[in-house]
């Protein structure tokens, strides 16, 4: 208790008197709001376990942003105009979100029983943030920003990430306690791509990820939680709270279908070869078509 000023004392025991917390005993455990060099005690919360929100204080919901559903989109550029455009709604998403938080703390601010130190809310109050609850340990603050990133994965669980808001339904297959995010975007994939991100699972221990597993993928925001590790790659700790997920869909595959459409441009040129030579040419009689060997009919590897 010597390591605490006495108006320190004399602030918590008001606040605690207030019914903003139940504190029946005085503990050394201390929860930041914010990220900084020992704040004043204005920036911290002083509970026994966790922060009680008053009976007063208003209910708190979250708006909930609905994923946009990309998995029919095929076409590299239009899967990149697309994600421009869900981005762009969750940028909108993410101002009415703030203004949601700002209000709550307006509300609680103006309540004549509720007495908490200024800045207690400051994280809620100036960012907009994943947290369901504006009395969480630990406030996950959506970038500014809002930069993409990409987890690549199954169809089965990009569906459910995005279903359920989380990222905690990313199998263990692709990290136990952890997710791995990257700045590669899903429009700018070459045929080399989904084997270099396998190789990336594999050096961070989880084998069992193949090319296969990692074809499809959701796009979310970056967040202060978010830890950079090397190049493209960014950690996120799995800890079962909502995360928005912002599009989810299939990697584009244009190198394949642009394969396809050169296959069908030869098939084409084919025929037309084939049609030239077999119309006579002027002032000749027609000629039947020599016969061929029905068991070997022309190909394409013939021209």
């Known amino acids: 208790m010597s390591a605490l000023a006495e108006s320190d004392m004399v602030a918590i025991s008001r606040w605690s008197n207030s019914g903003a917390l139940l504190l029946p005993i005085y ?57 421009g455009r869900a981005f762009e709604q969750y940028r909108e998403f993410t101002r009415q979100l703030l203004t949601s938080q700002q209000k709550w703390v307006a509300t609680v601010q103006e309540s004549e029983d509720s007495q908490f130190p200024p800045g207690a809310f400051k994280e809620f109050e100036t960012e907009p943030c994943m947290n369901d609850s504006p009395v969480d340990e630990q406030m996950e603050c959506i970038d500014p920003e809002i930069s993409p990133l990409y987890v690549y994965l199954t169809a089965e669980a990009a569906e459910a990430c995005a279903k359920n808001q989380r990222l905690e339904d990313i199998p263990a297959t692709f990290g136990d306690d952890e997710v791995m995010a990257l700045t590669t975007p899903p429009y700018a994939w070459t045929s080399a791509t989904a084997n270099s991100i396998k190789k990336k699972y594999h050096k961070r221990g989880y084998d069992m990820v193949t090319r296969g597993d990692v074809k499809h993928f959701i796009a979310i925001s970056s967040t202060d939680s978010f830890k950079h590790e090397d190049g493209p790659i960014w950690e996120h700790t799995k800890d079962g709270r909502r995360f928005d997920i912002v599009a989810y869909g299939r990697a584009s595959t244009q190198h394949i279908r642009s394969r396809s459409r050169r296959r069908r441009d030869r098939e084409a040129h084919l025929r037309t070869i084939v049609t030239r030579f077999s119309q006579p040419s002027e002032g000749q009689p027609k000629q039947s078509a020599p016969m061929r060997n029905k068991s070997n009919p022309p190909t394409i590897n013939d021209l």
């Open 27 to 83: 503990t050394p455990f201390v929860f930041p709001f914010h990220h900084s060099k020992r704040p004043r005690l204005s920036s911290y919360l002083f509970c026994t376990s966790s922060f009680i929100m008053a009976d007063n204080w208003p209910a708190y919901e979250r708006p909930t942003f609905k994923s946009v559903d990309l998995a029919d989109v095929g076409d590299r550029s239009a899967l990149e105009a697309a994600l």
